[in-house]
């Protein structure tokens, strides 16, 4: 018997196991933190393919992952995944979505079970959404996040390895992470394509780190400035990726103002008059709610810890503060 037909014979063997098993799987729904809920999966292997793992050729054993209905805090996760991308999903090595963190665990817990077929790795290629996509517009909301979920993740995580090597400096993104033929960012769920310029920054003055940025319509960059305090290293990392979840999400909403035809207003004088206009309340919206969520926080407590912290930069006087929250409730609550 050759060698192909030999692993044809015992993948044939494994998947007979597998129709009769189900996975319970533990995973984090987002990489930032948010809760973990058991998932039940099935599993159907479909073939052997070659890809390059650490520079080397190697043979791995192709899946298909079946997420099925399991409790209410899962069904919900996977329901806005299922609303999104659809009930079927290929995925791409290098594009895994919002199956990421599901895609990481399942894939080591079958990999272990292989083993005992004498089998190689394994990699998915697919995942079949079995749990009933949302339709009630009260969710939305929801769904819209769900988009953007993958895209501030990767957002994050680029700049987080750069922050975490070089403190200082001036940076291109993506193209100083994967070279000049990837000059700008490319997602699926947002039509314009976009470039990250990166100012990193150390100050002694400043108590922990601080963020901020910018989003140039004309040249479709968005700058984000880091100045960070020299002494703590990086026991400033969970601060840092909570700012940046609030900043990113806060300008990837004015991408989307932008792509949707917004009028643009020239920036008024006064802080109050510009914290109050519409585009710039529902993009302090989407970020507050967005850090809210990550942290499990109160959002007008966040809102107000946010105004308190930054005064410097919004030069608004505690009862305009209060207008302004006010505003952003109003429209938090026309949004739900």
Same mark, same amino acid.
């Given at each position: 018997m050759s060698h192909n037909e030999d692993l044809i014979k015992t993948l044939r063997s494994a998947n007979k196991y597998l129709q009769n098993h189900t996975f319970e799987v533990y995973y984090l729904f987002d990489s930032e933190g948010e809760p973990i809920a058991p998932t039940n999966v099935k599993i159907k292997l479909t073939g052997v393919k070659t890809f390059i793992s650490m520079g080397d050729s190697k043979p791995f054993v192709t899946y298909t992952a079946y997420i099925l209905p399991s409790n209410e805090k899962s069904d919900k996760f996977n329901s806005i995944l299922?609303?999104?991308f659809g009930r079927e999903v290929e995925i791409k090595? *290098?594009?895994?979505?919002? #199956?990421? @963190?599901f895609s990481w665990v399942m894939t080591k817990k079958l990999s272990e079970l292989l083993k005992y077929f004498s089998l190689p790795e394994a990699i998915l290629t697919k995942v079949i959404n079995e749990v009933e996509p949302m339709k009630s517009n009260v969710n939305e909301g929801l769904i819209v996040e769900a988009k953007y979920d993958n895209v501030?993740?990767?957002?994050?995580?680029?700049? $987080?390895? *750069? #922050?975490?090597?070089? =403190? &200082?400096? &001036? *940076?291109?993104? %993506? &193209?100083? $992470? =994967?070279? +000049? +033929?990837?000059?700008? #960012?490319? *997602? %699926? +769920? $947002?039509? @314009? &394509?976009f470039s990250i310029e990166l100012n990193l920054a150390l100050d002694e003055d400043v108590e922990t780190v601080d963020v901020d940025a910018a989003y140039y319509r004309e040249e479709d960059v968005i700058e984000v400035t880091i100045v960070s305090n020299p002494d703590l290293g990086y026991q400033n990392l969970q601060e840092l990726i909570g700012e940046l979840n609030e900043t990113i999400r806060h300008e990837l909403e004015h991408v989307s103002q932008h792509e949707k035809g917004y009028k643009f207003p020239k920036e008024p004088k006064g802080p109050l008059k510009y914290y109050t206009q519409k585009h710039e309340l529902e993009a302090q919206l989407a970020g507050f709610k967005r850090r809210a969520r990550?942290? @499990?926080?109160?959002?007008? +407590?966040?809102?107000r810890g946010w105004f308190r912290r930054n005064q410097s930069k919004h030069g608004l006087k505690p009862k305009e503060v209060d207008i302004v929250i006010n505003k952003l409730l109003e429209l938090d609550g026309k949004l739900r």
């Amino acid at each position: 018997m050759s060698h192909n037909e030999d692993l044809i014979k015992t993948l044939r063997s494994a998947n007979k196991y597998l129709q009769n098993h189900t996975f319970e799987v533990y995973y984090l729904f987002d990489s930032e933190g948010e809760p973990i809920a058991p998932t039940n999966v099935k599993i159907k292997l479909t073939g052997v393919k070659t890809f390059i793992s650490m520079g080397d050729s190697k043979p791995f054993v192709t899946y298909t992952a079946y997420i099925l209905p399991s409790n209410e805090k899962s069904d919900k996760f996977n329901s806005i995944l299922s609303a999104h991308f659809g009930r079927e999903v290929e995925i791409k090595t *290098f594009d895994h979505k919002a #199956y990421g @963190n599901f895609s990481w665990v399942m894939t080591k817990k079958l990999s272990e079970l292989l083993k005992y077929f004498s089998l190689p790795e394994a990699i998915l290629t697919k995942v079949i959404n079995e749990v009933e996509p949302m339709k009630s517009n009260v969710n939305e909301g929801l769904i819209v996040e769900a988009k953007y979920d993958n895209v501030v993740r990767t957002l994050i995580k680029d700049i $987080i390895s *750069f #922050y975490k090597h070089q =403190r &200082e400096g &001036e *940076f291109s993104l %993506p &193209e100083d $992470i =994967r070279g +000049e +033929e990837h000059m700008t #960012y490319t *997602f %699926p +769920e $947002i039509k @314009n &394509e976009f470039s990250i310029e990166l100012n990193l920054a150390l100050d002694e003055d400043v108590e922990t780190v601080d963020v901020d940025a910018a989003y140039y319509r004309e040249e479709d960059v968005i700058e984000v400035t880091i100045v960070s305090n020299p002494d703590l290293g990086y026991q400033n990392l969970q601060e840092l990726i909570g700012e940046l979840n609030e900043t990113i999400r806060h300008e990837l909403e004015h991408v989307s103002q932008h792509e949707k035809g917004y009028k643009f207003p020239k920036e008024p004088k006064g802080p109050l008059k510009y914290y109050t206009q519409k585009h710039e309340l529902e993009a302090q919206l989407a970020g507050f709610k967005r850090r809210a969520r990550k942290e @499990n926080r109160d959002l007008e +407590e966040l809102m107000r810890g946010w105004f308190r912290r930054n005064q410097s930069k919004h030069g608004l006087k505690p009862k305009e503060v209060d207008i302004v929250i006010n505003k952003l409730l109003e429209l938090d609550g026309k949004l739900r």
